[in-house]
């Protein structure tokens, strides 16, 4: 019993932990370095259209995880899905890390009296590369949990996913 409350625990700290993020780029720039990854969905807010391009087809393990006794998940898929939700986890905290980071070095560099081009173009492309890495870091986990799915379950995800995304676009 203690080992699934830790479990319950440590799942709702980590799907938390995903769903939110880092502000957008022009907040982060206008607040001081302790505000700028304050928790905001970082996925919600990001250049690439995550919830509408991706999520809305593949929401991912997490996801899946919740939706686990309507997609009739067997125990081996569980425990695939619970170590992918923690794996996508930790590559999305170091992400987001790599992006304090950049923004960081992009803001002292920028505060110098007369900032080298040269290094500013490159602390962009640091932060770009650090974004980029949010972007794309979660897609393998996202349809690897999808092909973890037998065809019947995969038609009860595709139901449940056009179900979510209208309940998500319903709400806005």
């Keep these: 019993?203690?080992?699934?409350a830790v479990n319950l625990i440590t799942m709702t700290i980590a799907l938390?932990?995903?769903?939110?993020?880092?502000?957008?780029?022009n907040a982060a720039m206008r607040q001081p370095a302790k505000t700028m990854?304050?928790?905001?969905?970082?996925?919600?807010r990001h250049s690439?259209?995550?919830?509408?391009?991706?999520?809305?087809?593949?929401?991912?393990p997490h996801w899946d995880l919740k939706h686990a006794r309507a997609l009739h998940l067997t125990a081996a898929q569980i425990r695939e899905e619970k170590t992918m939700a923690m794996s996508m986890m930790h590559a999305t905290m170091k992400g987001i890390m790599a992006l304090r980071v950049a923004y960081r070095k992009y803001r002292e560099d920028a505060r110098r009296p007369n900032p080298s081009i040269k290094t500013l173009v490159q602390d962009v492309r640091g932060i770009g590369s650090a974004q980029s890495y949010l972007g794309?870091?979660?897609?393998?986990?996202?349809?690897k949990g999808y092909r973890l799915l037998d065809s019947s379950q995969r038609t009860v995800y595709r139901h449940l996913a056009r179900e979510n995304w209208r309940?998500?676009?319903h709400h806005r």
């Design 1 to 4: 019993m203690c080992t699934k």
């Design 16 to 25: 938390a932990v995903l769903t939110l993020g880092v502000t957008q780029a």
């Design 37 to 44: 990854v304050k928790p905001y969905r970082y996925f919600m």
């Design 48 to 60: 690439f259209g995550f919830p509408s391009i991706f999520y809305r087809y593949h929401p991912g």
């Design 136 to 143: 794309y870091e979660v897609i393998p986990f996202h349809l």
């Design 167 to 169: 309940q998500m676009t």
